[in-house]
């Protein structure tokens, strides 16, 4: 605060006298400093005998004018000469901290488990991803299904499921152990028509005897087998598509080697049996009752008929039993859940499975679904109903155009083919 002007002159006792002792008096014209003693609205230094007044009490002048306790920062409607009122320090609330004095949100343990297990499955999605797309890179291609389906026609998806008896890929021990021999060149155990029908009809598995007598284009009446042994896999949907009128939509093969190799992966298939088995040919001796069949004795089961009266009319009712095991046990939620049983599976199939260039992974999952609702009991399993049986066979030319319609149309497998079933 400014003075209006500055006089020397001599302090005041009690009594009004002169102290003998010069003081500086300054005059303020606004405002009350703290601590200083006013007498007559001007400001004196104390004496040492005088209480210095506090800021909470009032202080009364000479001459009875009451003075007020001074603000701190003086009072608050100076005209400026006060000091501004300070305003309180704040602290900083870090970002995202709760305000003080709030009880902190607990995390609900629902909550953690929900987090882990969305993370759980996003892990296993992207591992499942990753594994699909490697062992889809394994799988052996082929060109199989012609683009001219020429007059064969089929509703919803069909699929042409082989069997290679080719021991191309097989050492000499392997050829050994699962009994196979060394035989040249390259034919079918296994024929068999998986159909999807596209209007919601049931799904059809259908077993197509290898000694079926048919015309195979450019090499005359034949036993079906032996198109694939002249012309491989092209040559055989020719010749199906020629006999049936069904237009093949996809290819599926799989060797003695992989059919063996995806029973181990799986850790073996239960099959339960009325009469012992016992093929030389086949190399087994299977006891009655139910037990589990490692690969070995498993394709042996698949292969003989030697044994059985019926031989290739026995065979495939043996083959579908293997498929729907086989189906049973790599659906079943002890193969679906657990990482090691499903990558040893998933890499089996990789290195058994031959498959048109064409068909995509989406058509590899309508095929396996379907695989998995006929052994499941959603579907029919059937054979072309048969005519002459013998060393060949040939079809009943009435109930087979019966369904053979059913594939092309897209419809449910006429009952009077099921009924003729042996």
């Not at 987090?115 to 992207?126: G, M, N, P, Q, S």
């Not at 059919?259 to 016992?278: K, T």
Request: glycine share 14%; with cysteine; proline share 7%.
């Amino acid at each position: 605060m400014r003075a209006d002007g500055e006089a020397g002159m001599a302090a005041h006792g009690a009594d009004g006298g002169e102290r003998g002792t010069d003081v500086k008096v300054t005059t303020y014209q606004a405002g009350h400093v703290p601590g200083v003693s006013y007498r007559g609205g001007v400001a004196h230094s104390p004496r040492d005998d005088e209480a210095v007044p506090g800021p909470a009490q009032a202080m009364a002048a000479p001459g009875g004018t009451s003075v007020m306790p001074a603000d701190p920062y003086g009072p608050a409607d100076t005209d400026g000469a006060g000091a501004p009122p300070a305003t309180p320090p704040t602290r900083r609330r870090r970002e995202g901290a709760e305000p003080p004095g709030r009880p902190k949100k607990r995390r609900s343990g629902f909550g953690r488990f929900l987090r882990w297990f969305l993370a759980f499955w996003l892990i296993v999605i992207v591992a499942l991803g990753v594994l699909g797309w490697y062992v889809w890179g394994r799988i052996e291609k082929v060109d199989a299904i012609p683009s001219d389906h020429g007059s064969a026609v089929s509703d919803g998806r069909v699929f042409l499921l082989v069997g290679s008896d080719s021991r191309e890929d097989l050492s000499a021990e392997e050829q050994s152990e699962l009994g196979t021999g060394s035989v040249e060149g390259q034919r079918t155990d296994t024929i068999m028509l998986l159909h999807v029908p596209g209007g919601g009809a049931r799904n059809a598995l259908i077993s197509i005897p290898r000694d079926s007598v048919v015309d195979i284009p450019g090499h005359g009446e034949n036993r079906i087998n032996a198109a694939f042994a002249f012309g491989g896999a092209p040559l055989l949907v020719e010749t199906i598509e020629a006999a049936t009128g069904v237009a093949v939509d996809d290819y599926v093969q799989i060797g003695f080697g992989g059919f063996a190799g995806i029973v181990d992966a799986l850790g073996g298939v239960e099959i339960c049996l009325d009469e012992p088995v016992q093929d030389e040919q086949a190399h087994i001796d299977l006891p009655a009752g139910c037990q589990t069949l490692q690969g070995p004795d498993a394709l042996g089961y698949a292969r003989a008929r030697h044994f059985d009266p019926t031989s290739d009319i026995g065979r495939v009712q043996r083959q579908r039993e293997l498929i729907s095991a086989i189906a049973d046990k790599a659906f079943s939620p002890g193969t679906l859940v657990n990482p090691i049983e499903l990558t040893r599976t998933a890499l089996a199939g990789g290195d058994a499975l031959v498959l048109d260039e064409d068909t995509g992974p989406l058509d590899m999952f309508s095929f396996v679904r379907a695989i998995g609702s006929v052994s499941g009991g959603s579907g029919d399993t059937i054979t072309v109903p048969l005519g002459d049986v013998g060393n060949t066979v040939t079809w009943d030319p009435e109930l087979s155009g019966e369904l053979w319609s059913a594939l092309q149309n897209g419809s449910d497998i006429p009952s009077s083919v099921i009924d003729a079933q042996p």
